[in-house]
């Protein structure tokens, strides 16, 4: 059985930080990409980064995330973490991981998803 199980959001405020992590089992953690999306209330699901899975390990941020978000995995850990400084109100969304087999952005080029992590920026 394949689990993702994220935690680590909560409620910050604007400025802060937060560390989510994504412990995955059932895979061969090792062999995949993975992945952190964000859903926001009425708003489509969206890549945030992506990591690659074997070292040299590639990263990937969209432009909300470059300078303020770290992708990093732990293989040994079978665990993939999201570090945010200087979060944002417009940061609030739930927070997803994914494991995929390709380096893509799309939601549905991954298989295996976590149920989220609600992350809330207060003003």
């Known amino acids: 059985?394949?689990?993702?199980?994220?935690?680590?959001?909560?409620?910050?405020?604007?400025?802060?930080a937060l560390k989510l992590s994504c412990a995955v089992s059932g895979i061969p953690f090792s062999g995949y990409v993975m992945a952190w999306f964000r859903q926001?209330?009425?708003?489509?699901?969206?890549?945030?980064s992506l990591i690659s899975y074997s070292p040299p390990e590639g990263t990937y941020y969209?432009?909300?995330a470059k300078g303020r978000f770290t992708i990093s995995r732990d293989n040994a850990k079978n665990?993939?973490?999201l570090e945010m400084n200087n979060v944002k109100p417009e940061?609030?969304?739930?927070?997803?991981?994914?494991?995929?087999?390709?380096?893509?952005?799309a939601p549905g080029a991954f298989a295996f998803w976590g149920q989220g992590?609600?992350?809330?920026?207060?003003?």
């Open 1 to 16: 059985q394949v689990q993702l199980v994220e935690s680590g959001g909560g409620l910050v405020q604007a400025g802060g």
């Open 40 to 48: 926001a209330p009425g708003k489509e699901r969206e890549l945030v």
């Open 62 to 64: 969209v432009d909300l």
């Open 79 to 81: 665990t993939v973490y």
């Open 91 to 105: 940061d609030t969304a739930a927070y997803s991981c994914a494991a995929g087999t390709t380096w893509a952005s």
């Open 117 to 123: 992590t609600q992350v809330t920026v207060s003003s």
